[in-house]
């Protein structure tokens, strides 16, 4: 796909398949980032303390598992 492709499909409202294995977080916040209006996006500061967030929850779920 090209980036002109890619750009016309958005415009279209097309959206790729979100992975069936993906955090359900993960997903969320990709479907939030895709909405149509604006407004209803989160901020690019939005989406780096959500995923800073889900980063350190799942560094300390590893730690956790690995009994460190």
């Known amino acids: 796909m090209t980036p002109l492709q890619a750009a016309l499909g958005v415009r279209q409202g097309?959206?790729?398949?979100?992975?069936?294995?993906?955090?359900?977080?993960?997903?969320?916040l990709m479907q939030r980032c895709w909405e149509a209006i604006p407004e209803k996006r989160p901020s690019f500061s939005e989406i780096l303390v959500e995923l800073e967030a889900?980063?350190?929850?799942?560094?300390?779920?590893?730690?956790?598992?690995?009994?460190?």
């Open 14 to 28: 097309l959206r790729p398949d979100l992975p069936q294995d993906a955090h359900p977080r993960l997903l969320d």
């Open 54 to 68: 889900f980063l350190q929850e799942a560094e300390e779920t590893t730690e956790a598992l690995n009994g460190n």
